[in-house]
């Protein structure tokens, strides 16, 4: 169905496209050797060359280049061969050449795709229009002095890749989604690390609202924004204050605007007309570059499995689509799975990962990059359901004792007698002392009233501390009772 | 012996290393006449009088212990374009106000590197801006010639790379870094009577020079003779990994092309130089630059070049443009000049109205305007345009010929009351050297003649990429053929 904003005049549609930001993981700048480490100390990580010191000259990072490739590659995307980096011109106090040194007309990443799955089931495709390369500025700090800024260049000459993305979507729901995509994505690559809150992810997101059938309207791009919560809201803000415009025989102007995340509402930061010329011009300090498409070849050979990739086996194993989804979101996570699965029935391992296990981490309010139990652990644990040793209710014991020890399973089992008796001597024992001891409540089973035999269970699983092999259990008290 | 400031570079080597005389007393005796001479010409805007000759004691320690180098105890000046480390560097501009580079240039690390001995930081137009060095901050520099008929008429020494030929010809330097990004070093060597080569683009690594035009420029020497550029040049050159344009290929031997005539060689007259109302002096220099090579066994083909006459206005887009943009990091936040200002804008308005001159900011705003919406097509892409049928020209003749000849400049210097009011006219200049910027090509500028007042005239030499050899194969038998031997007035 189609999501739509109800006006005074009837229904809208939202448009929306993204142009993401993603910071390079990498050792180094685009354009310089120095780090690019989050939360260093400012001014720290700078060479002269991020600093525009006179007479220092840009040397592209292979590294970079590479992780854009990658990224192009996840993203069912061209790769261009050729490429070039273009000057975009402005003055800035954190922006020490003048210039930032972005790949303007000829990007290295052209036309690609990525599917998205919504929240009931459906999924849809989002086109890439380009990816391409730039260098991040620095950062400016107006609140530390009366008069004064300060600047702070350790992330001026930074990688970022910018993917910018088709007006494709018509919702928040899928703006999220693709956002969400996106990181996914790249952080299975290990292209980005996506940590929004450090700034390494960050989204210009471009709204219009329109009118069932209608061409495109006039966009507003809300800046910077920098979670996929924030995202949603500056979506659905921004539509509602267009539609207000347009209802009120106002018309929507072409700006740049800021989402106000305390007050929920978009506020503009410049119109067209105060727009820069940036006076972009090929970077004369830069040959074009040019990629070999054995090179490409080479990387596209060496990725790792992507998360829909690997979905789509999740579920050719056995796994429910849902299964599949939620144990591919995070590529730590799927780890995870595959390390308890490997070797084992892979539906009881979803199961207890997606179950049990989650439970825990929300429970402890752990993350998967610490979970409380090993995966090693938890599939040994498995191993002792398939042989028997433990029961299902006996496993949940043993699993929580593992929380709470950090012991492996079978340690725990031996230390506190937790194996499954599976001895059918030992069950007989235990339900002819239960019969010998409830003579009344045998008769009156006997006499038809069928609905006794749990309490028989009941007893037996008590008297044999909650240890007998429950099916072996129900046999014997079926043959016993009569 | 001569006297040592009347040395080549070549015999200063062989005089150091006969042990006749010490890089020290070398040194020595280029700082008395800096001294002597620096006051009226203005050559020198920093000398370093004490490093120099801590610097020419440790060059005779090495050449002792029999260690010496290529260039071990060869005084030299660097155009103060050149970041030196420890030694303010001042592009001849306000704007870097007394900035001291922590680095040094890759080109004059490769002259330390091999022994040199830097006198001091020359004087240039103000970021390598002009054909006559009188938009340096710093002063003008004064051309050690003058006419025979107006001995007192003060005559500019050419631009940018003024102060390096300046000094040169006036023995203040044995030879000289410079840079040339329209003809700044080939029109002042011209002028000042002194040889002077503009590599091939990506030669010389342009790493630590402050960039005028990147697309453009290109690190060079001066010195007196046709052998001691060569010899420079070898020390000059060498492939970068810090500078994305420099070339990946081995420095050859310059030396020894030189000496290696021009017997079988084809050598080009482009029909297109002929220009209307070239001097006739020039004109007939140019005519027995074609004889002697003629005469030593060289073949004169004329060729065209059909796009050379679009070089200037290409050249006075691609140039502006991409130094309005280098230029912007003179903005008084991180180093340099800094202009308070009531806000951001004002910090930036009141610090490069301070610190640039007038030359500058004309260059600044044509570039800005270039590269503007709605005029980018018109003008910086239609000169790219340009630039790139400049180049198919050249690639073309190359088919018919090893090297052309050409006058080096339209005329001989200028006094420096003249072509002060008509910017177009002082970029006319540049009219033969600016299309090998253009096209990425050596370029040699050699003495060759006098014209009728007494001031020298040069001829250039304009190769195929990467085959400097060639060109000063070209050059040393004009050089030779020329039998250049009068001295500038002004002189050490």
Known sequence: MTYTIEGETGPWEVVIGLEVHAQVTSHAKLFSGAATAFGAEPNSQVSFVDAGFPGMLPVINEACIAQAVRTGLGLNAEIHLWSRFDRKNYFYADLPQGYQISQYAHPIVGKGEVEVTLADGSTKIIGVTRLHLEQDAGKSLHDQHPTKSFIDLNRSGVALMEIVSEPDMRSPEEAGAYLAKLRQIMRYLGTCDGNMDEGSMRADVNVSVRKAGEGFRTRCEVKNVNSIRFVMQAVEAEARRQIEVWESGGTVEQETRLFDTARGVTRSMRSKEDAHDYRYFPDPDLPPLVLEQSWVEQLKASLPELPDQRRARYVAMGLSPYDAHVLTIERETATFFETVAKGRDAKVAANWVTGDFFAALNRLKRDISDPPVTAQHLGELLDLLADKTLSGALAKQVFEAMIETGQAPSVIVEERGLRQVTDTGAIEAAVDAIMAANADKVAEYRGGKEKLFGFFVGQTMKAMAGKGNPALVNEVLKAKLG | MMRPTDLTLAEGLEALEAREISAVELTQSFLDAIERLNPRLNAYITVTGEAALADAAASDARRAKGEARALDGIPLGIKDLFCTEGTRTTAGSNILGGFVPPYESTVSANLKRDGAVFLGKLNLDEFAMGSSNQTSAFGPVENPWSRANDPEKRLVPGGSSGGSAAAVAARL????????????????????????????????????????????????????????????????????????????????????????????????????????????????????????????????????????????????????????????????????????????????????????????????????????????????????????????????????????????????????????????????????????NLAGLPGLAVPAGLDGQGLPLGLQVIGRAFDEETVFAVGGVIERAAAFSATPQVMA
């Open chain 2, 173 to 436: 330097a044995m030879g000289a870094t410079a840079t040339d990004t329209g003809g700044s070093i080939r029109q002042p060597a011209a002028f000042c009577g002194i040889a002077g080569i503009k590599p091939t683009y990506g030669r010389c690594s342009r790493w630590g020079i402050v960039a005028f035009a990147s697309s453009l420029d290109q690190a060079g020497p001066v010195a007196r003779t046709v052998e001691d550029n060569a010899i420079l040049l070898r020390s000059m050159a060498g492939h970068d990994p810090k500078d994305s344009t420099s070339a990946n290929l081995p420095v050859p031997d310059f030396r020894a092309a030189v000496g290696r005539g021009v017997k079988g060689l084809r050598i080009g007259v482009p029909a297109e130089y002929r220009l209307d109302g070239l001097a006739p002096e020039i004109a007939a220099l140019w005519d027995q630059g074609l004889d002697w090579l003629r005469a030593e066994g060289a073949e004169i083909v004329p060729i065209s070049l059909p796009h050379a006459k679009y070089a200037l206005p290409t050249y006075y887009v691609v140039a502006p443009a991409e130094a309005s943009s280098n230029l912007a990091r003179y903005d008084g936040v991180r180093f340099g000049l800094r202009e308070k200002g009531s806000d951001l804008k004002d910090l930036y308005e009141r610090t490069r109205a301070r610190g640039f001159g007038a030359e500058v900011r004309r260059r600044i705003m044509i570039g800005t305007y270039v590269l503007s919406a709605g005029y980018y097509d018109a003008y910086y892409l239609k000169a790219q345009k340009v630039r790139a049928l400049i180049r198919r020209d050249f690639e073309l003749a190359w088919g018919k010929v090893d090297a052309i000849l050409t006058p080096a400049t339209p005329s001989a210097a200028f006094g420096m009351d003249e072509k002060q009011d008509d910017p177009v006219a002082m970029y006319l200049n540049d009219i033969f050297t600016v299309t090998a």
